[in-house]
């Protein structure tokens, strides 16, 4: 509640007649009301709840047997009344799993028993957060909605959600962020009733709806808007307010997880299958050290080795039959490991992970190809190519190919109409799918427009959905910051200067608009990554040229930059300068609790002989320079892990030759 508002009920509470003959007091506490503590039985083994730890983290996994099992009764909690607060605040700490389209699983609910009337809830869907609680007058009960789309939760990492409530406002922050508000029709009722109603965690009562995912805090708070108390902190994603005791501290050394069964198996190899069989059996990875636990379909990391990067090693030299100029790792589930090259030349090559090298697959006609994007829908799986120069008939066009099941080859699906076009970046909005392409000039114009695509259900087919205008666009790179989506582009060249301005767009009211622009120096490729709570932006910048100063060799040594997101600012603000020759891209990767970036070094104003860099974090020192890779007209650095280990591999736009290098740890 602000301040301003609890004046006006303590003036009102002054002001009315015999008001204060009695003293006024809340139907609960107005402390933070651990609503896990209060679920787990007063010993704090929680029965049949098992505790996971994942991502340094420990939370509760739900039992599946029974929903009433993790219930109580809301007169625990609301003691001197039986009103529901008419102000308060929600915080969640989950690692959701993924869901299918249309499926939604319970995160809270308080239930009327005798009539089995849902009085609130609190659940969500892959596309959607949902609060649902019971309205009543004279006329009748019924039942409000409140949605929030799109808050990213299914990306396998820990979340920390505020649902802050107050008449008609509602008002939703994730891992600290930007307040998604929403001023809703109806207001929350003044007096909800929860006079003989439960608290169900995790599930409505029954088993339809049940959260398979970790919850690591769950916490009511009655008054006001827990966010002041959680925010700014150094991990947002795992922001506290109050935990259960099972959960503070360390997990034992010798007890990573709890759990009463007895009946697991620890095996070795190839990751297996995680059925219903195989459900809280545990699978060691021998070749990385790492122990993981089956979960609800899915592994889950429990113990994994802490591996350190020694060196890297060369592991294959791949003949590409032509100077390449993009590489896509991707893998099909049930096929295999692959990576498609983009090469100059008019056939391109998908290759496959065969016996720990890669080997050719199959081969597609190409007009000067730039770049693969792979991506889904559904069960559909997808790869596009951006061509950059005509067919034989001076048509220009890119075009979007469909694994075939049948087959087990792409083939051609959708042809788009494109102006030398140098990449595609595939992503999902609000639960639709989108393709944006870069144009990077037509004719000798570079000031063009790029065109964002979306997906149409009915036709089966992208169809043109945005314009934006570009400067010799070269990438494109999607992300989301807790609720919102940004696009950003990498603007390379206005006609007359490489020195252009590339810009950040964020998704408002169902388009992307204009949320910052940097200026930059032939940018040629957007990276983004995160380091624990903190979100970074690297920028590839190519060379530094106009018209009027020409072209000197040193215009090719230039800084690329490293940005930062500062929450308070709204804005990404410089974090690093790093030294780049000719830089064309940028590949984040981890070994262990380490994190690495490598730039792809092209030309150094003399030769195209010029050494990439592997970068380390180091917190305070930010990236510092550990490896010096020779490489020969680097294009595309990409980063790909096997049973067997984790792998870079590199393409070169001046040779018929790409690397696959081994990262060789301990």
């Known amino acids: 509640m602000s301040a301003p508002r609890m004046l006006r009920v303590l003036l009102l509470l002054l002001a009315t007649p015999g008001c204060c003959t009695q003293r006024w007091e809340p139907c609960s506490d107005l402390r933070p009301l651990d609503l896990l503590a209060e679920a787990l039985p007063p010993d704090g083994t929680g029965g049949a709840v098992r505790t996971v730890q994942v991502h340094g983290a420990s939370g509760l996994q739900l039992p599946a047997a029974s929903a009433r099992a993790w219930s109580f009764p809301a007169s625990r909690l609301f003691f001197r009344c039986g ?34 009337a849902l009085l609130l809830g609190l659940r969500y869907s892959s596309t959607q957060l949902h609060f649902l ?4 007058d004279a006329a009748g009960a019924w039942q409000t909605r409140v949605s929030f789309r799109s808050p990213g939760l299914m990306d396998s990492q820990w979340h920390t959600l505020v649902l802050a409530v107050s008449e008609g406002s509602f008002s939703l922050v994730v ?52 966010t002041p108390r959680l925010c700014p902190s150094r991990n947002a994603q795992l922001a506290e307010l109050s935990i259960p005791q099972v959960l503070q501290g360390k997990p034992d050394d010798k007890e990573v997880l709890k759990c009463p069964h007895a009946d697991m198996k620890v095996t070795l190899g190839s990751r297996p299958l995680c059925t219903k069989a195989q459900e809280a059996k545990f699978w060691f990875n021998a070749a990385r050290k790492e122990l993981h636990l089956c979960v609800g379909g899915q592994w889950v990391s429990v113990l994994a080795g802490r591996a350190k990067l020694d060196y890297l090693e060369e592991h294959q030299r791949l003949p590409t039959g032509s100077e390449t100029l993009g590489l896509e790792v991707f893998g ?120 964002i695509y979306k997906w149409s259900p009915r036709a089966r087919l992208f169809e043109a959905n945005q314009t934006i205008a570009t400067s010799g666009a070269y990438d494109w790179e999607f992300f989301r910051v807790g609720p919102y989506s940004f696009l950003v582009v990498a603007n390379t060249f206005n006609g007359t200067s490489t020195r252009v301005h590339s810009h950040l767009y964020i998704w408002l009211l169902g388009s992307f608009r204009l949320f910052q622009s940097f200026l930059t120096f032939g940018a040629a490729d957007w990276e983004v990554f995160r380091i624990r709570d903190r979100v ?9 040229y106009d018209v009027e100063t020409q072209l000197r060799n040193d215009s090719y040594t230039i800084n690329s930059v490293i940005y930062e997101l500062n929450v308070t600012a709204q804005a990404f603000v410089k974090f690093q300068d790093v030294p780049t020759c000719s830089a064309l891209d940028w590949e984040f990767f981890s070994v262990g609790e380490d994190h690495f970036l490598v730039v792809a070094n092209s030309f150094d104003g003399d030769s195209f002989s010029v050494n990439s860099i592997v970068y380390r974090w180091q917190g305070y020192e930010g990236f510092v320079a550990v490896h010096s890779l020779p490489t020969f007209g680097c294009r595309d650095w990409e980063a790909f892990d096997t049973t067997a280990g984790s792998y870079l591999i590199y393409s070169s736009a001046k040779e018929p030759l790409s690397r696959v290098l081994r990262l060789r740890t301990s």
């Not at 069960?379 to 005509?390: E, H, S």
């Not at 076009?421 to 037509?442: K, P, Q, Y």
């Open 83 to 116: 009103l529901f607060p008419a102000e308060f605040s929600i915080v969640v700490t989950l690692k959701a799993p993924s869901l299918p389209p249309k499926k939604n699983e319970y995160l809270l609910t308080v239930v009327a028993e005798e009539r089995d």
């Open 133 to 136: 609680f019971l309205s009543e």
């Open 175 to 226: 891992d600290c962020g930007l307040p998604v508000d929403i001023m809703a029709d109806v207001p929350f009722p003044a007096a909800l009733s929860v006079r003989g109603a439960r608290f169900f965690i995790g599930s409505r009562r029954r088993t339809k709806g049940l959260f398979t995912g970790l919850v690591r805090q769950l916490v009511l708070l009655p008054g006001s808007d827990a």
């Open 332 to 451: 099909i589930p049930g096929v295999g490991l692959f990576v498609a090259a983009a090469h100059r030349k008019a056939t391109s090559a998908i290759y496959k992970w065969t016996d720990g090298k890669f080997v050719s697959y199959q081969s597609i006609r190409t007009h000067q190809a730039q770049s693969w994007r792979h991506f889904t829908i559904g069960r559909k799986i997808f790869l596009a190519v951006a061509n950059f120069g005509p067919d034989e008939k001076g048509q220009e066009f890119s075009v979007i190919y469909k694994w075939s099941h049948r087959k087990l080859k792409f083939t051609p699906y959708q042809r788009i109409a494109t102006h030398s076009a140098r990449d595609w970046e595939a992503f999902e909005v609000d639960g639709e799918h989108f393709l944006a392409v870069a144009n990077h000039r037509e004719g000798d114009n570079h000031n063009i427009n790029s065109v």
């Open 536 to 544: 970074f932006l690297a920028v590839a910048n190519s060379h530094s």
